[in-house]
Each structure stands twice: as structure tokens, then as C-alpha cells.
């Protein structure tokens, strides 16, 4: 069982490189099935979502090269269209192969999701969503069968707004006949990262970033080259990291519009915070108010980023209340946090911080991955050394955590010798 060693303390200094956006590789991939001819994605995260990713299709039979930070995808010989458990439970985004077979094939085959526990995280609104575009759907012990003869083009309108249905009904409405208007659709940057890349494939997809998408079905789509956008809520953490620690930090390859409300925020905190092209720079002071926070879609302040702001908000003198809107039970650091000598309590969505407390280095586990993101941060701002395990689920997205912390002066080392009970 790996641990990460981290001695606090460190004001975290220097520049650090962001990584293509995990939401959006873990989208785009199944979404170059859907082309007659090999796609090339460049920028992909080396995490673990991205490999389990590439080990499904080639499962699958698809042929996929993984090079470097890049993959070249073809679905032409694609077979396996069961897909009942293993390797899908053990991500999310491994729901996107609905829409992309249902797009593809007429026909999905594949379990219900696996990924971070955040409390119940339903899927009617895909279901909703491909049942308008003329899907017949079962849930047979937890393996969802959609099949269609033919999709037809609808108008769904989406009863909250939801990342993963929004890009689920892109995917298979992409081919569909006639024309499909989503209302309410998300606008996460990650979706107009997915339009874009299935527009270079010859699809034809107005509206994504706004509240109203319309997918006009095309025939056929063809292959290309597509280079995923910076990830917004690596950068965050980054960000609030370095606000953390009292350090000096510029963030390099970020779109910084994509992270407005993560800025405002720290701002409003007491962070500076400088923005120049496509870099950011950050540097703490370490004399912080207690703010509120409220998640929400985008543009709102990310649900991604609520547990790495959580301790970060240990520091700042005063009650901060943190509340996510998104995902209500997403608290479990919560508990560690305490255990490091936080004062937070937990009040039905919220997370109330009194802040301005010396935490305490200990050991800890990582529930899941933005907690472990979180932790994190706690042990660097902490003096004394934290022992985080439950690495597993960091690796599914931060790509070279180690290495990127350690550039920045911090004193972090992964330990696979030593196995403890805990
Ligand atoms: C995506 C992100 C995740 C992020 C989340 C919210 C990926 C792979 N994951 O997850 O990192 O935390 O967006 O920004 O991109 N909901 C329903 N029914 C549904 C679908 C969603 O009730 O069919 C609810 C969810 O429980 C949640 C809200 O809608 O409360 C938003 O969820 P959604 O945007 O769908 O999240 P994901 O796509 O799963």
C-alpha cells in the first residue's frame, strides 16, 4: 500500500506545468470511437483514469496507441460491445461508452459506473436523454442495454444540469437523423472540448458552452487531430496550494477565463493573484479571511475544487462556510481534516470551518480523489510530517503529483516500502 511522506511547511516556490484536462481526455476518448478512421488526441494526462480508459478499448478490440502524452484511437475494428463489469467499474466517465456506441452501433451494452463516492450520482438524466433520441433501455442487474434501429434527432431538455448527460446525448446524436436540441445543457469548458473535437470530425454541433446545444446528425465522421484543454481544476488545486503555503507559484498552459470564480474567490480570501496569456501566478501571504463558498455549475465555483478550498479555509482566522450544491454528502475529508486538528463540522450540505487553527501532521486517508487532493494541500501547510494514504485515487488525476510538488520545493515522497495497518 503506497503512501505519500509529506513534511510541511514549505512555502511552495517556481513554476509548474497543468496537464490536459482529465474530464475532458476521459470524454474525448470514447468519443473518437465514433469515427470512420484513426483520431489522434494530444495532451492527455498520464493518470489512471486515462489508462483504464485505454485498457477498455483495446478490450474492445479497438486499435489504440498510447505514446507519450498522446493516443491515436481507431474504433473501426471495434467488436466487444458487452461490457458488463471490471474495468468500467472502476471509473466514471466509463459511462460515455453509452452514447458513444449507442452512436456508433445503434446498440450499448455496458454496467452501470464506477468512481469517486460522492454520494448517490444517478444517471436518469442520460437514460432520459437517450430514450428521447428513440432508445429502448433495460436495466438488466445492473448492466444497462440501450438499443436503438435508428436514432432520431429530439428536444430534451435536461432537468438539472449535468456534465456527464450533456455529453452522453452529444455523443449519440452526433449521427442521429434530424436535429437534436439540448435546453439546459451544461457549459463546462470540458463540453465545449468535446463539441470541438467532434466537429473536427465532420459533426455538426452549434451552442455547446451556452445553455442550448443543437446537434444536426451527420452521416459519417471522419478522423483527426484534437489537443485537449488545460485542466482547470488541476490548475485550482495548484492554486490553492500555493495560497496554502504562503508561496510564490505561476501556473503555466492554463486558460485562465476557465478559472474566474476559483480566482475571485482566492482573491476575496486574500490571495494575489496575477494573470498573464496563459499563465497565472499566485502568491500567498498567508493573513486570510474566512469566506463563504458555494458551488455550482460552470461558470460557478467548481464542486471539483470545494475540498481543496475546505483546507485551505482552515487557515483563514474567523467561520468560513462551505456549501456544495452539487454534490451534498461530497465531506468525507472532512473527518481527516479534523484528525489533523481542523475545527470543521459538518451541517447538512455544508461544511462549517472555524478557522485559524495550527494543524497537525498525522496519518490520513484519501476517501476519494479531490479529498485526497485536499490532504494534500492540509499536510503542506502543516508543520510536522502526514502520512496520506488511499493514493489510488489521487493517481486517477493528478498527473506526476510527486514530481510537480517536489519541483516546487515541497518536501513529499511516494513510499511503496513499507506496508501498515491503519
Ligand atoms: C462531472 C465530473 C465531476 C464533477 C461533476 C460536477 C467528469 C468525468 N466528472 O461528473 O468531476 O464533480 O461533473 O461538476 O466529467 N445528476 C442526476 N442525474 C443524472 C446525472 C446527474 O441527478 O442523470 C445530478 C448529480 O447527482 C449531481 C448533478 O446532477 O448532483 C451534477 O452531476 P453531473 O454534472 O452529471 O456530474 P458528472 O457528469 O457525473
Redesign the pocket.
Known amino acids: 500500500m503506497d503512501k505519500l511522506m509529506i513534511n510541511g511547511g514549505q512555502s511552495l516556490s517556481g513554476k509548474v506545468v497543468i496537464s490536459g484536462a482529465k474530464?475532458s481526455a476521459?470524454?474525448l476518448i470514447p468519443a473518437a470511437l465514433l469515427a470512420d478512421g484513426p483520431v489522434v488526441i494530444e495532451n492527455l494526462p498520464r493518470i489512471q483514469d486515462v489508462q483504464i480508459y485505454y485498457d477498455l478499448l483495446k478490450e474492445m478490440g479497438a486499435d489504440v496507441l498510447f505514446e507519450d502524452d498522446w493516443m491515436e484511437i481507431d474504433g473501426r475494428p471495434l467488436k466487444h460491445l458487452y461490457i458488463p463489469n471490471g474495468r468500467v467499474k472502476k471509473l466514471?466517465?466509463s459511462y460515455y461508452l453509452w452514447g458513444a456506441l449507442l452512436g456508433k452501433f445503434g446498440e450499448a451494452r455496458v454496467g452501470l459506473p464506477g468512481g469517486c463516492d460522492l454520494g448517490?450520482?444517478?444517471?436518469?438524466?442520460?437514460m432520459k436523454g437517450f430514450e428521447a433520441l428513440g432508445a429502448r433501455i433495460e436495466n438488466q442487474n445492473g448492466v444497462m442495454s440501450i438499443t436503438a434501429k435508428q436514432l432520431k434527432g429530439a428536444r430534451i431538455y435536461l432537468d438539472?444540469?449535468?456534465?456527464?448527460?450533456t455529453i452522453n446525448i452529444m455523443l449519440a446524436a452526433a449521427k442521429a437523423e434530424g436535429l437534436t436540441v439540448i435546453e439546459n445543457a451544461?457549459r463546462?469548458p470540458?463540453i465545449v472540448d468535446v463539441a470541438t473535437l467532434l466537429n473536427n470530425m465532420g459533426a455538426n454541433i452549434k451552442g455547446a458552452g451556452t445553455d442550448i446545444i443543437r446537434i444536426q446528425g451527420v452521416e459519417r465522421l471522419h478522423g483527426c487531430r484534437h489537443t485537449i484543454i488545460p485542466d482547470r481544476i488541476e490548475a485550482g488545486s495548484y492554486m490553492i496550494a500555493a495560497a496554502a503555503t504562503q508561496g510564490d507559484v505561476v501556473l503555466e498552459n492554463v486558460i485562465p477565463k476557465h478559472l474566474e470564480a476559483v480566482t475571485a474567490k482566492l482573491r476575496e480570501i486574500g490571495v494575489e493573484i496575477d494573470e498573464d496569456g496563459d499563465t497565472i501566478r499566485v502568491r500567498g501571504h498567508g493573513k486570510y479571511r474566512a469566506v463563504d463558498v458555494k458551488t455550482s455549475?460552470y461558470p460557478g465555483f467548481?464542486?471539483?475544487l470545494q475540498q481543496p478550498i475546505t483546507a485551505l479555509l482552515t487557515q483563514a482566522k474567523g467561520v468560513s462556510i462551505v456549501t456544495d450544491n452539487?454534490?451534498g454528502a461530497r465531506f468525507r475529508h472532512v473527518d481527516e481534516l479534523r484528525r489533523m486538528g481542523a475545527s470543521i463540522k459538518v451541517e447538512g450540505r455544508s461544511a462549517v470551518i472555524d478557522g485559524g487553527k495550527k494543524l497537525l501532521g498525522t496519518k490520513v486517508i484519501a476517501s476519494d480523489l479531490r479529498a485526497g487532493a485536499a490532504l494534500v494541500i492540509a499536510g503542506l501547510l502543516t508543520e510536522g510530517t502526514t502520512e496520506l494514504e488511499g493514493l489510488e485515487h489521487i493517481d486517477r488525476g493528478y498527473e506526476k503529483l510527486v514530481d510537480k510538488l517536489y519541483s516546487l520545493g515541497a518536501q513529499v515522497t511516494r513510499d511503496s516500502s513499507k506496508r501498515t495497518a491503519h
Open positions: 474530464n476521459v470524454a466514471r466517465a448517490p450520482r444517478p444517471v436518469d438524466l442520460h438539472l444540469v449535468s456534465v456527464g448527460a451544461a463546462e470540458e455549475p467548481p464542486t471539483d452539487i454534490y
